[in-house]
């Protein structure tokens, strides 16, 4: 069982800066990528950075510039630093991971419960 515990988020003033951590814990045979999304409310759920095995970073364009993900693998933890927010950047973002338990089984998404990050003056 795989289990990824985020925390970091809060109420922040625009321009002001967060970061998110995610710890993943449990049996954990191969990890293609690591990652946060964000969904805000209306809005489909949506990719904003993310980390493949070769160690490639991924970013959405709205946080380009903003936003940077890291790996630390030794404590398998992915941050999200935020600087610059905005408004829009108001969401309950989630930490994602892509891997699979054992090469017997396929792999598949697991998820964080969230975290709430409000931007707001």
């Known amino acids: 069982q795989v289990q990824l515990v985020e925390s970091g988020g809060g109420l922040v003033q625009p321009g002001g800066s967060l970061r998110l951590s995610c710890v993943a814990s449990g049996t954990i045979f191969e990890i293609a990528a690591v990652g946060w999304y964000r969904q805000a409310p209306g809005k489909q759920r949506e990719m904003v950075a993310r980390?493949?095995?070769?160690?490639?970073?991924h970013y959405a364009d709205s946080v380009k510039g903003r936003f940077t993900i890291s790996r630390d693998i030794a404590k398998n933890t992915v941050l999200l630093q935020m600087d610059n927010l905005k408004p829009e950047d108001t969401a309950v973002y989630y930490c994602?991971?892509?891997?699979?338990?054992?090469?017997?089984?396929?792999?598949?998404?697991?998820w964080g419960q969230g975290t709430q990050v409000t931007v707001s003056s």
């Open positions: 994602n991971l892509l891997g699979r338990i054992s090469s017997l089984y396929p792999m598949r998404d697991y």
């Open positions: 980390i493949t095995s070769d160690l490639s970073t």
